[in-house]
């Protein structure tokens, strides 16, 4: 799954960027605060790039006027700043379309589609913002804009014959099924959340078997992932090229 594929990626080479420079002794801010957990949009471009989101905004937003000159003028920053956030990425129209997707999303939820989700059931919100930013994933990793429709149209089932209306359930293995499975939970805040329970524990042969068990954990995944990246082929990091 795409949309799992990009977060590690980017978020362990970010990970790993901030890991190195505190072992020469600089700190660096986190990058991403478990993105696929927000409950819209807006709340998605808080947690997710923060470096880059921070940067559009105080050298691009503010600078054009932010929310200070009316709706229409913040409406209209907004699509600008994305505009050029796709740019960013690359000068290709799939990378201008995912720009303008996301900001038009921050522009409705602007317009009232955010006060009208706060009502609306929590795990609704999730799915929402979820559904959302995989269909734009779409555009950020085709390579046309032609090929996006494609895949958009085998994704709500229109593509018969087309080749792309495979169900991905007839390509799944018990190892892809897993794969799968350790990427939901590990872009939730599960660790944090398990770490703040150890904490509360009043029982010391509890505690310690907790944090046995969790070590044993991290140890299992480091040699699978070693395991499985030396049996596999060189994959560069899909963020890097930006």
Known sequence: CYTLQIYFDFSGYSDMAIGLARLFGFRFPENFNYPYIAR????????????????????????LGGNRHGSAR?????????????LWHGAAWTFVAWGLYHGSFLVLERLGLGRWLESVWTPARHAYTILAVM??????????????????????GFASGSGLQQHVGLHLNAIVALALAAGVLGSAPLLPRLTRWRGGIATMQVRALVEAGRLAGLVFLLVASAMLMAAGTYNPF???RF
């Open 238 to 240: 899909i963020y890097f």
């Open 40 to 63: 819209s949009m807006t709340e998605f471009w808080r947690r997710w790039h923060i470096s880059l989101s921070t940067w559009f905004r105080d050298y691009l937003y503010v600078p």
């Open 135 to 156: 269909v734009g994933w779409v555009f950020f990793r085709a390579e046309t804009l032609r090929q996006a429709g494609s895949f958009l149209s085998a994704m709500a």
């Open 74 to 86: 913040t409406y209209l920053n907004l699509w600008l700043v994305f505009f050029l956030c796709g």
